[in-house]
């Protein structure tokens, strides 16, 4: 604002004009009008009203002299709100007192005392809240206690300072000289516990610093030891080392680094590991400790196993007490798991470790041919059945991930894990896996085996059912029985649609086997078969019966590959036709192969191979080579057969 000629009227008209305007509150003439009910409501702000221009216009009458050289002047004044909200805020609503009269107890300080270079005022002013800049310089004392500006520095938390430095000196001229002396430096610090305190042996730097580390490069010297002034009165400076003294022997390598190594190594072998990683927990056990007596089927492995007759002990664990099994004892449930493949291969009849003593009988085989199976159909059995392929891991299945977890938390984990009390039920014994072909069931089924410890007997359906129903039968009866015989075991039928009537094409043969399926089915894993589990595969699951259907505890389906698994099996089994693809070309592979089943990957590569071969050139196999296969195999499953299989797991599987 500057000067106008409106100023030059009598300072004593001043306010009731400009006051008037600015008032929003009623007039006297208003507050006669209201109501009586409505008077104590309204009384804070009639008061408001009279003692805002009553009170002003005192004080501009009382400080009109003073300010007239100020008003002459070409000087922005400061506005009324700078002054009088501090006074009205005494007058807070509520406040039952009745509004104190024009006399005021709140005088206003004169702006000449907030002025850089006039004497600071020590007697209390009104602090314009929210004011102006020069009257920020003279704020109330209790307000800014212990600043620079000369207030108490009673106040603890504002030590000797503070403050001063964030004040322009413009407005504060008085330096720390003005302040009270501070208080006394052990009063801010404790003393330090001893041993600790930095004349001690360990603050004595070196004066030119350490030398460079080795391997290090030429380290910046640490700081210097803190000037005497910050040390707590009464503790001695530092001592700086002579200058003769033999250097601190640099320590040849920091413990972290090695650490720091290792775990970058960790840490990438579990980047490594990926999301497969979680499924090589389990230790598979490939060696099958050999029978004292050379029976013929040994019966039971050794302490490990289990009161469901699988072992969960990996491979080199410290034998435990003998009474874990028909003691009571809880096991510990799972060894401590192992990473990364293990390839040894199967071994047809592998060692087996001296049969321990009998403990009860309970879940462990008799070592003796099962009665009333002939032995000779036994031994062929045996011989022909027992699989003794490399073990599969859950990372040797591509993809997958929802079933995998799905088969370990609900088959593998209650298997391997004791009973919880005498009588608990059984974890399930039978698990259908059901989807196309080659999608990888008998894949999987080789896996629970690896899984579980377990022998892994075989059986396809087709093979059992095509010498007739005596043979099939007594095929079927012989392979449960070795399976009993060996736990723990796994016997994986697949196929298994081939052992039931079917429906299209009327086979007899095979539909006279679903008797003694079922019968073997309910002995085979009834409550005296510990130790077996039987995995049956289908990729036609519509053929299954609701009586076989419901022997299988566990039904689960066994997806088409998709594509990032897809791309790892191609690239596996390119790999072992030593053909790498660019990133490019296999991303075009998987595109071109969406609804190959696993083994029709395989195939695949077998027939690039083949075609390669065909050209007669000592060549590695190429794109093109697979292209020129892609013309050849495709998909066996279609569109219909996926729904099928959709709606056969809503109906009757357990999703994943
Ligand atoms: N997810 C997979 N990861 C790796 N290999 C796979 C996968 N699925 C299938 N395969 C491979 O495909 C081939 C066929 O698999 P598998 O025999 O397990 O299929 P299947 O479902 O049992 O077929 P079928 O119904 O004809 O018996 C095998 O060589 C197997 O290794
Ligand atoms: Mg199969």
Redesign the pocket.
């Known amino acids: 604002m500057h000067w106008t000629p409106e100023h030059a009227q009598p300072l004593n008209q001043w306010p009731e004009q400009h006051l008037d305007v600015s008032s929003t509150t009623p007039s006297p003439a208003h507050k006669l009008e209201l109501p009586p009910g409505s008077r104590q409501r309204c009384h804070y702000a009639w008061a408001h009203d009279d003692i805002s221009a009553l009170t002003a216009s005192n004080l501009l009458k009382r400080y009109a002299e003073k300010y007239s050289g100020v008003l002459d002047s070409p000087y922005e004044r400061p506005t009324l709100g700078g002054y009088g909200d501090a006074a009205f805020l005494n007058g807070a609503k509520g406040d039952p007192e009745p509004w104190p009269g024009p006399e005021t107890t709140y005088p206003l300080a004169s702006l000449h005392e907030g002025l850089p270079g006039t004497k600071s005022s020590s007697g209390g002013g009104s602090g314009g809240l929210g004011g102006s800049p020069v009257l920020a310089g003279n704020l109330p004392e209790p307000l800014y206690a212990g600043n620079a500006c000369g207030g108490p520095s009673s106040a603890p938390e504002y030590a000797a300072g503070y403050g001063g430095g964030y004040l322009a000196p413009g407005y504060c001229p008085q330096t720390g000289a003005a302040l009270p002396p501070p208080p006394p430096a052990a009063l801010l610090q404790p003393p330090p516990p001893p041993g600790y305190g930095p004349s001690g042996p360990l603050y004595n730097y070196p004066a030119g610093g350490y030398a460079a580390q080795p391997g290090y490069g030429a380290l910046a010297p640490p700081p210097a030891p803190p000037p005497a002034p910050y040390l707590t009165s009464g503790l001695a400076a530092p001592t700086p080392l002579p200058a003769s003294a033999p250097p601190r022997p640099a320590p040849a390598s920091y413990g972290f680094q090695a650490a720091a190594e290792a775990g970058v190594s960790l840490k990438r072998k579990a980047a490594d590991e990926g999301a497969e990683g979680r499924y090589r927990k389990y230790a598979y056990e490939p060696a099958k400790a050999p029978v004292a007596d050379g029976a013929s089927y040994p019966a039971a492995d050794n302490g490990e196993c289990r009161g469901n007759g699988f072992r969960a002990k990996p491979p080199g664990a410290a034998e435990e007490a003998s009474g874990k099994y028909g003691g009571g004892v809880p096991l510990k449930v799972l060894g401590s798991p192992v990473y990364g493949p293990q390839l040894e291969p199967f071994e047809k009849f592998p060692e087996r470790a001296p049969a321990p003593a009998p403990r009860g009988g309970f879940a462990v085989p008799s070592g003796e041919p099962p009665k009333g199976v002939d032995p000779g159909t036994l031994e062929l059995v045996t011989s022909k059945m027992v699989d003794c392929g490399p073990p599969v891991q859950w990372a040797?299945?591509?993809?997958?991930g929802a079933l995998k977890a799905a088969l370990e938390e609900e088959l593998v984990w209650p298997l391997l894990r004791p009973p919880a009390y005498p009588g608990s039920p059984c974890p399930p014994r039978t698990v259908l896996l059901f989807?196309?072909?080659?999608?990888?069931?008998?894949?999987?089924g080789r896996c629970l085996a690896t899984q579980l410890g377990a022998t892994l007997l075989r059986l396809r359906g087709a093979t059992v059912a095509a010498p007739g129903a005596a043979e099939g039968a007594r095929l079927l009866q012989a392979a449960f029985a070795a399976a009993r015989c060996r736990p723990p075991a796994v016997l994986l039928i697949?196929?298994l649609d081939a052992l039931l009537p079917a429906r299209d094409d009327g086979a007899a043969a095979a539909g006279a086997l679903q008797a003694p399926l079922l019968a073997c089915l309910d002995s085979g894993c009834g409550a005296g078969s510990d130790g077996v589990l039987v995995v049956g595969?289908t990729?036609r699951p519509a053929a299954l019966d609701e009586a076989t259907r419901r022997r299988f505890a566990l039904r689960f389906y066994?997806t088409l590959?998709d594509g990032p698994?897809r791309g790892?099996?191609l690239q596996?089994a390119l790999a072992q036709q030593g053909c790498a693809l660019s990133e490019r070309e296999l991303a075009a592979l998987v595109q071109g192969t969406q609804g190959f089943?696993?083994?029709e990957?395989?195939q695949l590569c077998q027939q690039a191979v083949a075609g390669a071969g065909l050209s007669g050139l000592q060549r590695p196999l190429s794109y093109k080579d697979l292209e020129a296969a892609l013309a050849k195999v495709g998909p066996r499953a279609s569109p219909k057969d996926l729904d099928s299989f959709v709606e056969w797991d809503k109906m009757y599987g357990f999703g994943h």
């Open positions: 040797d299945v591509a993809g997958q989807g196309p072909r080659g999608a990888g069931k008998a894949l999987l697949s196929e595969t990729s066994v590959p698994a790892q099996i596996r089943s696993g083994g990957l395989g």
